[in-house]
């Protein structure tokens, strides 16, 4: 499940890039945090907090109990802005959630174990979905899913439908869907036959030589005659 972390902020009420780099030159990351009931709220972060959060992070959803100043709201990690140029966090993003209502989320998906097509027919695992939408409190939000493709043999798949949901947690996307295939491997096509080679090749056509006594085509093509030899 996603680990909830206690984060300190505190209110910003500096906005603009020109701010932004005065808290940056401080060790300071600006955020905001929006959704719920609140209006979105402009915070500080230290830079320093933000890097352990995300270094122990053990997926993408991230649930951060946040101390604002006496008060505290829980939220989810939305989005983390990075510079271009290295790895330094420019920007966060918190959405803010209640631990009794449901909340969707994507969380990543993955397979573990070698599908028996693949390992014994030489076939290949195809992944159609990488994530996967769920429903579920907060507090029940997986870092992911695993899906365990061991049993499948060439033209077999695992649906939406048929992949084992963690307790209190619901899929929302379509059952139909495919997550994972085993399909057959490529056939190499036969190369052509020498016949059909032969066949495409252009054709050459070569000047026939006289016969003994006969005129030479090009002589007879100018319509000259020869001059008798003097004496």
Do not use: W
Not at 33 to 57: C, E, I, W
Not at 146 to 161: C, E, Q, Y
């Amino acid at each position: 499940m996603a680990k909830q972390v206690k984060l300190k902020a505190e209110r910003r009420s500096d906005t603009g890039r020109a701010a932004a780099r005065k808290l940056k030159s401080r060790g300071i990351i600006p955020a905001v945090v929006y959704g719920g009931k609140d209006k979105p709220q402009a915070l500080q972060v230290s830079a320093r907090d933000v890097d352990v959060m995300l270094s122990h992070a053990s997926g993408e959803n991230i649930l951060v109990e946040l101390e604002i100043e006496g008060e505290t709201r829980t939220a989810l990690v939305q989005e983390v802005q990075h510079a271009p140029v290295g790895s330094n966090v420019l920007h966060i993003d918190f959405h803010a959630v209640s631990m009794d209502e449901a909340l969707e989320a994507e969380v990543p998906l993955e397979a573990f174990g070698m599908a028996n097509g693949v390992k014994n027919f030489g076939g290949l695992l195809e992944q159609s979905l990488r994530t996967l939408t769920v429903k579920c409190l907060p507090r029940d939000l997986p870092d992911k899913i695993t899906v365990d493709v061991s049993n499948l043999n060439i033209g077999d798949a695992i649906h939406v439908r048929d992949i084992q949901m963690p307790q209190g947690v619901s899929a929302k996307q379509q059952p139909d869907l495919t997550a994972f295939s085993v399909v057959a491997p490529a056939v190499e096509e036969e190369p052509v036959a020498a016949a059909t080679e032969a066949a495409a090749s252009p054709e050459v056509i070569t000047e026939k030589k006289p016969a003994e006594g006969e005129a030479a085509p090009a002589a007879a093509a100018s319509g000259k005659e020869k001059e008798p030899a003097k004496k």
